[in-house]
């Protein structure tokens, strides 16, 4: 009966309605939570995010978690399905809708004001669309956002839901059988079972709906054309920004959390906060971005900005003043990319700092290693090789020169030939 209900379940026109919502509270012991379509708190997600703030995870992961499962909570509220009595015909169903459906339309805070519980807000009548869904940047060549979500958007949804069965399964307070299980080949044995001390560790603990992900070579930006983009900055704290990006590879986040005592000019290091680790660690920037930071600073307390050592370094721009967080410096360089045509994001100034500094011969790599903060060499000899840019160069370089190259003349004949004869064995005439 049930696999019968699973096949008739109509997936290539199925609209799941933006029912629920993550919330985020000031509250440290609880940073988020996940409303349901009755307005009422999830406790079988609150939980979950407990174990995760335990296994020191921190408040970035668990937003992404929560938004993974309020996708797959839309989904079993769609078919009327509880949480525990979810299946692996549910699950299949899920991944399967996951990866050939569209995404649905996101509906604006502004539009979902005034709903009732359980109301699903209507999509907008008209959707301003910048650029073909999927198509490459004419300036990047960087893919543009798709009508159906990225592979590993499906991968991190996958590993998420088979992560939050298994907890609850060792709680005794969810299904006796995970719903996203492994794959059946991997299931029944050890994790890298016999495994070769030579050889590095495969992942086998790999999930049976897990899709597979291409590999992609991180983009940098070209000198040029970031020499444009920076150009194209108005404002003293936008262009410190920048700069402290690209010279540091430090990321966006762990950058926008420095105070006013960690910007050390006369030793031209700043104090940055490393991903997951959340360590502390200070690492060295070039001159110029020490400069523009000064020149952001001396106009930002002539408008009244605090200052003092444990002040935030960054600010907004206008009253009232606030720390500056990732979505506004993401709509920065939003703004900025918009007048060059462009889609690059700020991870890209990350990748940019890589490779200026792992293809500097004068530079070892444990040293960009150290920098940018890999535990892993083999995570910073990604950037070791050509980019795509690059390697097109050089291609086009070799068919100029195929192009410009004559035909050498064949060799004359030894002394004692004579050349009619030769000509007549290798049947030239």
Known sequence: MAERESADRDLS???VPQWGRVIKRDDPWE???LIDREGQVVRATT???????AA???TATIRSYAMDLLRWYRFLW???VDWDRATTREARDFMRWLQLADKPQRVHWRRQRGLKAGQAPSPPKRTVVRSTPGAPNLVTGKPTPGRKYAPTTAVHCETVLRSFYAFHREEGTGPMINPFPLDRRRRGSRANAHHNPMDPFKSDRKGRYRPKVPKKAPRRIPDELFNELFARLKYHRDRALLAFWVSTGARAEGLLLARQRDALPGQQLIGITLKGSREYRQVPASPDAFVWLRLSQEEEWRKGVLRGRNQPLWWTLRRPWRPL???AARAMFTRVNDLLGANWTLHDLRHTASYRMARDPLMPLTDVQWVLGHESLSTTQIYLPSDKDEVIESVRAFHARRANQTTPQPAPPAAGYNAASLDILFGKH
């Open 13 to 15: 026109t199925l609209e």
């Open 31 to 33: 940073p988020f939570q």
């Open 47 to 53: 939980v979950f995010f407990m174990e995760l703030q």
């Open 56 to 58: 020191g995870r921190s």
């Open 78 to 80: 769609l078919f009327g």
């Open 325 to 327: 967080e990732y979505d």
